[in-house]
Every structure is written in structure tokens, then in C-alpha cells.
């Protein structure tokens, strides 16, 4: 019998990290994954994005969140049910925006006052300084019941690396 060996971070009855690869052992065709955008900043922001009830529907559509200075709970920008594991990585639901809506997708962060501050477009995600499209930036958390989530979080630090960027 081959077996694999990895190891799996908890905190809680939440799983926190997972190694690197697709050698996760259970679930497949059983995820239940969410995404959400969270505001750490001490601001209102506004986020325009795409925004879909289900990951692998064709019903995707541009809205525009009010995301509240330090919230906990963020906005749900997507869900997805039903997920085999390849669906429910932090990109899935980039990738699937860019291909309902086409490669000149965008997400957009305003001040409450509605000055653009950001945007993301799926067609530069190579570029340098694109947050938004790296592994690395996105926090994702896990419990025992097969469902995940994962975060972006909107920092003073971001926001700051926005405004030095437009000048």
C-alpha cells in the first residue's frame, strides 16, 4: 500500500495550512470553498468586482461591495459547492472571472468617496506588484467538514503601496 505523508497545521478545529501539491486526501468532489475581500484599514472602502453565487456558473457579474473600516466578516465574493480539489484553490475564482467575463476583468478598490485607489486587472496579473493574483497574500483556513475559505485582506500597508504607485 503507497501511502502519502504530509502535514497539516491546526488551530482549533480549523485546518490552517496544508503542504504544497495536490496530495490533499479527502474531499474531492465535495468542497464547499468561499472567497472574501476584508478591510483591515481604519476606512470604509468600496470594491468593484466580479461576483458570482457559484463558482462554476456562467453568472457572473461586476457589483460594488461596501466593505466596513476593520471588519471581521468581509464580503463574500464567491462561493463554490460540490468542488473537486483543483476548483477550490485561491485562483479559482480569478480564473474562472476572467473566463465568464474575458481577459480585461478587473477588481477595483475606492475610497468611500469614490477616488479610485486600485485596480487589479486579470490581464497584468504577471506583473510586478500584483498582490491580489499571488498564493501568498491570500489566507486560507479550512475545517474538518470540508468546507474552506479564503481571504485578501485590504491592509494600511496595501492601501499605502496604491497611493505611492500613482504618483
Same mark, same amino acid.
Given at each position: 500500500?503507497?501511502?502519502?505523508?504530509?502535514?497539516?497545521?491546526?488551530?482549533?478545529?480549523?485546518?490552517?495550512?496544508?503542504?504544497?501539491?495536490?496530495?490533499?486526501?479527502?474531499?474531492?468532489?465535495?468542497?464547499?470553498?468561499?472567497?472574501?475581500?476584508?478591510?483591515?484599514?481604519?476606512?470604509?472602502?468600496?470594491?468593484?468586482?466580479? $461576483? %458570482? &453565487?457559484?463558482? !462554476?456558473?456562467?453568472?457572473?457579474?461586476?457589483?460594488?461591495? #461596501?466593505? @466596513?473600516?476593520?471588519?471581521?466578516?468581509?464580503?463574500?465574493?464567491?462561493?463554490?459547492?460540490?468542488?473537486?480539489?483543483?476548483?477550490?484553490?485561491?485562483?479559482?475564482?480569478?480564473?474562472?472571472?476572467?473566463?465568464?467575463?474575458?481577459?480585461?476583468?478587473?477588481?477595483?478598490?475606492?475610497?468611500?468617496?469614490?477616488?479610485?485607489?486600485?485596480?487589479?486587472? $486579470? %490581464? &497584468?496579473?504577471? !506583473?510586478?506588484?500584483?498582490?491580489?493574483?499571488?498564493?501568498? #497574500?491570500? @489566507?486560507?483556513?479550512?475545517?474538518?467538514?470540508?468546507?474552506?475559505?479564503?481571504?485578501?485582506?485590504?491592509?494600511?500597508?496595501?492601501?499605502?503601496?496604491?497611493?505611492?504607485?500613482?504618483?
Amino acid at each position: 500500500m503507497n501511502q502519502t505523508s504530509f502535514n497539516i497545521t491546526f488551530q482549533s478545529n480549523k485546518i490552517t495550512e496544508l503542504p504544497d501539491g495536490d496530495d490533499v486526501p479527502w474531499g474531492d468532489g465535495n468542497l464547499s470553498v468561499s472567497w472574501y475581500v476584508m478591510n483591515t484599514t481604519d476606512r470604509t472602502l468600496i470594491l468593484k468586482c466580479p $461576483y %458570482s &453565487e457559484s463558482l !462554476l456558473s456562467n453568472d457572473y457579474e461586476y457589483r460594488e461591495f #461596501e466593505i @466596513e473600516p476593520l471588519s471581521i466578516h468581509g464580503i463574500i465574493i464567491c462561493r463554490g459547492k460540490n468542488l473537486r480539489n483543483e476548483d477550490a484553490d485561491y485562483d479559482s475564482y480569478i480564473q474562472r472571472s476572467a473566463e465568464v467575463l474575458g481577459e480585461d476583468v478587473s477588481w477595483r478598490i475606492f475610497s468611500e468617496d469614490g477616488m479610485v485607489l486600485k485596480t487589479w486587472k $486579470y %490581464s &497584468e496579473r504577471d !506583473l510586478p506588484e500584483r498582490r491580489f493574483f499571488e498564493k501568498k #497574500e491570500w @489566507e486560507w483556513e479550512a475545517s474538518l467538514s470540508l468546507s474552506s475559505v479564503w481571504r485578501f485582506y485590504i491592509t494600511d500597508e496595501l492601501i499605502e503601496e496604491m497611493k505611492s504607485a500613482e504618483l
